[in-house]
């Protein structure tokens, strides 16, 4: 090849060669993503499909009628055993949002703000309980929360009760201190990236237009660290409204929620149509939700002015 | 014939801003060494420095984003220490702008103005006034990240100037900005400054927008002020090399003090020969050694049979063109170092040819004694 050859655009000398098809950026961009994507559509998108279609049949003992019926959406919103988990379920999952995303903003706040040299041993720390099984973290929960557990040997060793208080263990507050603790660290990190993004001048700025530390807080950093604050509450608030083992692991009776009706119905009661419309049902629901999570922090954001 | 103007403007001689003996350490590190200034009321001040010489660690303290290790500052009187930042009655444009992204121009400007609590119309009213001032009427309403890297400068203004500060700060609000924005806001600044007639204290590391734009100027160096005075007096009578080298060119002639006295000095010098200067307030005499300073300008090229009462000889060496002046350099017999020269165009100074002998004018008046 001559020296000029090398000055030429390298475009033209693949023309030659190539056909335009595999030039195209966009066409080099699937490429790229396919193996994710033909995995993702494999394992996402067909199951889903599977489910839908199930959620319009029937389950005849053994088989399954394949002649279209909306009876098991009648009964997934009408009966008051599901209407009840799947308000629990949600009532649940709101609350473990808005309480994780409360809890997280401090610790997020003072890593990005005052984590000065050591930021990174900081999250390596709030990482650490993800080294041991969730399994064993929900365990632990049992021994801390639980009749003879530590809080109450705790509480009756300070004299504070008399008799161990069983109303700790196996209700929906055991699980919804249970998924708080689990998903804090999902929400701490989006926050944490969020708040590291807001330019400190601002702040700065701010201040030098005659705001306190709490005003420019309000008015500053809040709104602009909004997008983690958002991310954070849908990342625990979808997953959780679909959990079965915290419930069945510490929820009691008290605790059951609608991941738990699912299971039942494709596990035990073996009614996969049910099992469908519900799934189907709860996801359409989560969406909604999740949407309306997300208007309400917007608005509320645009009241920082 | 035009009669020669000292000043432009007389300002008070209120002192607004009383910096005494202010330290600043980091750990050894001192970033701002035992500095004194007084900054008077209505002035258009600079600190003028490379960086890391400590203007904007001063700049930071006048505003209460940083606190000196000793010292103090005092602000129309009132002295500054234990007052934080958000209640002190200076006001500042950033070097980023730091203009808010989730604010429209106008909620940015009326940033500082919601805390008072004024009522709608006067909020409003003052808006619109800072917003004519910096000329951004009718762009209340654009998004600031829809805006201009010269809009979003004139916005930080006018969210700074609505609050009515005694003192606005800047910090090299201009170098983000390309030349030609830059020259036009100089300018801009200053008609502002004068309507406005708040204190403007200005830190940059250009000497040009230091030197249009300012009634006086301080210039720093490692932590330490060298010299304050006018722009003129900074450019034309500098202190020392250093000050003289960082404010445009300068050629620099070794000299032997002869005699010295309180207000002249007699030097011998191998090219100018013996010279009497006036002796510069600052002057703090190292020896028997003392430099000679002339800015090429003053040099002019003696033309033909032209002669002048005070000149020198010598050949040309090189020669750069500029468009409007050409840059000649002149080697001298018995000077270690070829002298800088700077002729305007309008003669033919472009066509001198290299290695041509040439003789140069001199004023007297425009050579300047230094300490070594």
């Known amino acids: ?305 | 014939m035009l009669e020669r103007v000292q000043s432009e403007r007389t300002q008070s001689d209120r002192t607004m801003i009383e910096i005494r003996d202010v330290t600043r350490s980091y750990g050894a590190f001192k970033a701002l060494d035992n500095a004194s200034l007084t900054i008077r009321e209505g002035e258009f001040f600079s600190l003028l420095g490379p960086s890391g010489c400590g203007k904007t660690t001063l700049l930071r303290m006048i505003a209460g984003f940083d606190t000196p290790t000793s010292g103090s500052i005092a602000v129309d009187g009132q002295p500054m220490d234990g007052i934080p930042a958000n209640r002190r009655p200076t006001n500042m444009v950033f070097q980023s702008y730091a203009i808010f992204p989730h604010l429209n121009v106008e909620q940015n400007v009326a940033y500082g103005l919601r805390r008072l609590r004024l009522d709608a119309g006067e909020e409003k009213r003052r808006v619109e006034e800072a917003l004519a001032q910096v000329s951004l009427t009718g762009l209340g309403k654009r998004r600031a990240t829809e805006l201009s890297g010269g809009q979003r400068q004139r916005v930080a203004l006018a969210r700074a100037l609505v609050m009515r500060p005694k003192v606005l700060l800047l910090d090299e609000p201009l170098s983000a900005l390309d030349k030609k924005l830059r020259e036009q806001m100089q300018v801009e600044l200053r008609r502002l400054q004068q309507a406005v007639g708040i204190t403007f204290v200005l830190v940059t590391h250009d000497q040009y927008e230091a030197l249009a734009m300012s009634d006086r100027i301080a210039v720093m160096f490692g932590g330490k002020i060298a010299q304050v005075a006018s722009p003129k007096e900074i450019y034309q009578r500098p202190v020392n090399r250093q000050v003289a080298d960082f404010l445009g060119g300068m050629n620099f002639v070794k000299a032997e003090i002869v005699e010295e006295n309180g207000t002249s000095m007699v030097l011998d010098t191998l090219g100018f020969g013996r010279v009497k200067t006036d002796k510069p307030r600052a002057f703090v005499r190292n020896g028997g050694a003392a430099t000679l300073g002339i800015r090429p300008e003053r040099l002019r090229v003696l033309w033909d049979t032209a002669t002048a009462k005070f000149e020198v000889a010598g050949k040309v060496v090189e020669r750069h063109y500029f468009g409007e002046i050409t840059h000649l350099i002149v080697e001298i017999p018995g000077l270690e170092k070829p002298l800088s020269v700077t002729e305007t165009n309008d003669f033919g100074a472009d066509d001198i040819p290299v290695g041509a002998p040439i003789r140069l004018a001199y004023d007297p008046e425009a050579l300047v004694a230094m300490a070594d």
């Open chain 1, 1 to 305: 090849m001559t020296a000029a050859a090398e000055g030429s655009p390298p475009l033209r000398m693949a023309g030659s060669r190539r056909s335009p098809l595999l030039q195209s950026e966009a066409v080099q961009g699937f490429a790229l993503i396919s193996p994710t994507f033909v995995y993702a559509l494999i394992l996402l998108v067909l199951p889903i499909l599977v489910v839908i279609a199930h959620s319009f049949w029937t389950q005849n003992y053994l088989t399954i009628d394949h002649t279209f019926t909306l009876e098991n959406y009648r009964i997934a919103l009408t009966e008051p055993i599901y209407r009840d988990l799947l308000w629990r379920s949600l009532y649940i999952s709101l609350t473990v949002s808005l309480l994780t995303v409360a809890l997280a903003y401090p610790i997020a706040y003072f890593i990005s703000f005052h984590g000065g040299r050591h930021k990174s041993l900081w999250l390596f720390l709030i990482t650490i309980p993800f080294w041991t099984s969730y399994l064993l973290r929900v365990m632990s929960w049992k021994v801390i929360l639980g009749y003879n557990g530590v809080l109450n040997s705790g509480l009756m060793g300070l004299g504070i009760i008399q008799e161990p208080s069983d109303a700790l263990l196996y209700n929906s507050t055991a699980v919804i201190i249970t998924l708080t603790h689990a998903w804090a660290t999902f929400a701490i990190l989006p926050i944490f990236v969020s708040l590291e993004k807001v330019d400190r001048t601002l702040v700065e700025a701010a201040t030098d237009l005659g705001d306190g530390p709490l005003r420019s807080f309000l008015r500053v950093t809040l709104p602009l660290s909004a997008p983690g604050v958002i991310s954070a509450a849908l990342i625990v608030m979808i997953p959780t409204v679909g959990d079965y083992v915290t419930p069945k692991l510490v929820g009691g009776k008290d605790g059951v929620m609608i991941a738990n009706a699912i299971q039942a119905q494709f596990g035990k009661a073996s009614n996969w149509p049910l099992g469908a419309a519900l799934s189907v049902t709860t996801m359409i629901i989560v969406s909604l939700m999740a949407g309306a999570t997300v208007l309400v922090f917007r608005a509320l954001q645009r009241l920082a002015r």
